[in-house]
T-cell receptor, first 112, second 111 residues
Framework: QKEVEQNSGPLSVPEGAIASLNCTYS??????FFWYRQYSGKSPELIMS????GDKEDGRFTAQLNKASQYVSLLIRDSQPSDSATYLC????????????FGTGTQLKVEL | EAQVTQNPRYLITVTGKKLTVTCSQN?????MSWYRQDPGLGLRQIYY???????DKGDVPEGYKVSRKEKRNFPLILESPSPNQTSLYFC??????????FGQGTRLTVV
């Protein structure tokens, strides 16, 4: 079982729609959760971090965390073509060392 | 401007020729790490460092070396590169449990 799992996609949504990206993780001791956006050939860029159960909103982005279900998601409202990218879920384990474990990413395509 | 700087951005080399990829950060972060990214495999950690002179293996350390003589620098060394080390490499830095900041990436091809 992979430590951090994401559906590779591609996930296609029309412009203006809500895109929903999901991630599950295996380490129950995980403390910190991040969503990175990566354009092709570029470096990952942090877009959201979440540390406690519930929702966290930042502009068009909402991160949701459910530690009991070991599940973290990212919602993108009013999706734009510029949101087309690969979204990486990253989890910081609770065992110290500040190690980030990444999922393989979900490719999002926002269509005109 | 806060940043992580990697050099070179692109490198083509031959099997067995030692190379070093440099990484420098100006955020006074304690934690630095190296990742490689391959299609279908995602980002995998090669080595990490929790502070000066403190380094440890990540998930895929074979064929790589690192050093951390200064807080801001964390070079990645390939003593004898092989074609299976052809990949996209990223350096990252962070403080304790906070988000990681990534360098621009180094695309390495070993022929």
């Amino acid at each position: 079982q992979k430590e951090v799992e994401q559906n590779s996609g591609p996930l296609s949504v029309p412009e203006g729609a809500i895109a929903s990206l999901n991630c599950t993780y295996s380490d129950r001791g995980s403390q910190s959760f991040f969503w990175y956006r990566q354009y092709s050939g570029k470096s990952p860029e942090l877009i959201m971090s979440i540390y406690s159960n519930g929702d966290k909103e930042d502009g068009r982005f909402t991160a949701q965390l459910n530690k009991a279900s070991q599940y973290v998601s990212l919602l993108i409202r009013d999706s734009q073509p510029s949101d087309s990218a690969t979204y990486l879920c990253a989890v910081n384990g609770g065992g110290g060392g500040n190690k980030l474990t990444f999922g393989t990413g979900t490719q999002l395509k926002v269509e005109l | 401007e806060a940043q992580v700087t990697q050099n070179p951005r692109y490198l083509i080399t031959v099997t067995g020729k030692k190379l070093t990829v440099t990484c420098s950060q100006n955020m006074n972060h304690e934690y630095m790490s190296w990742y490689r990214q391959d299609p279908g495999l995602g980002l995998r950690q090669i080595y990490y460092s929790m502070n000066v002179e403190v380094t440890d293996k990540g998930d895929v350390p074979e064929g790589y070396k690192v050093s951390r003589k200064e807080k801001r620098n964390f070079p990645l060394i390939l003593e004898s590169p092989s074609p299976n080390q052809t990949s996209l490499y990223f350096c990252a830095s962070s403080n304790h449990i906070t988000e990681a900041f990534f360098g621009q990436g180094t695309r390495l091809t070993v022929v």
